[in-house]
């Protein structure tokens, strides 16, 4: 695979996942022997879980959740999919996370399903979105705590993300 089949940016999403699937077969087990992926990727998880937590603990999940069975609206509504591309559906991958072969609920992101995101790293649009009623209730001063936080995961993600384009573009030539 070429790299610059990497981003793939305008891609169909179903084509997106066979590339993840493809860049993994190719690359994964070289990328788990890198000690800097490994390094980033055991920090990476840690911030995913930190961010987790504090959503659910800051009642974003609740209040998302009631927002999509009660009110019928949803954050993650069909074309987020779009946003993805190959790496970062790979990086899932590389944590040991399972790409759907299929949209998991019409009308949503490809990427929803009944239990909410099926993948672990999630593109920063979806890490970073918060409507303006779960600002309200969180308040500015529980709004800053949230985004200080999710920060850190999303700036892990970025670093990973690229370290991992530029680990492949060296070895490619």
Not at 51 to 80: L, P, Q, R, Y
Not at 117 to 131: A, P
Not at 138 to 166: C, H, P, S, W, Y
Request: net charge negative.
């Amino acid at each position: 695979m070429a790299f610059d089949d990497l981003s793939a940016a305008s891609a169909p999403i179903h084509a997106k996942v066979r590339l993840a699937r493809e860049l993994f077969e190719t690359w994964g087990a070289r990328l788990h022997a890198d000690s800097t992926i490994r390094d980033l990727v055991a920090r990476l998880d840690r911030n995913i879980r930190a961010s987790w937590k504090t959503m659910v603990d800051s009642g974003i999940v609740s209040a998302c959740t009631d927002c999509e069975e009660k009110d019928g609206g949803s954050c993650c509504g069909a074309g987020i999919e779009n946003k993805y591309d190959p790496v970062l559906l790979a990086l899932n991958l590389l944590m040991g996370v399972g790409l759907p072969d299929e949209r998991g609920i019409d009308g949503s992101c490809f990427f929803l399903g009944s239990e909410g995101c099926t993948l672990r790293i999630r593109h920063v649009l979806c890490v970073n979105h918060l409507c303006l009623p779960v600002q309200k209730m969180l308040g500015m001063e529980g709004l800053v705590r949230v985004q200080n936080i999710i920060g850190a995961e999303m700036d892990i993600t970025f670093i990973l993300e690229e370290t991992v384009k530029k680990f492949i573009r060296g070895r490619s030539r």
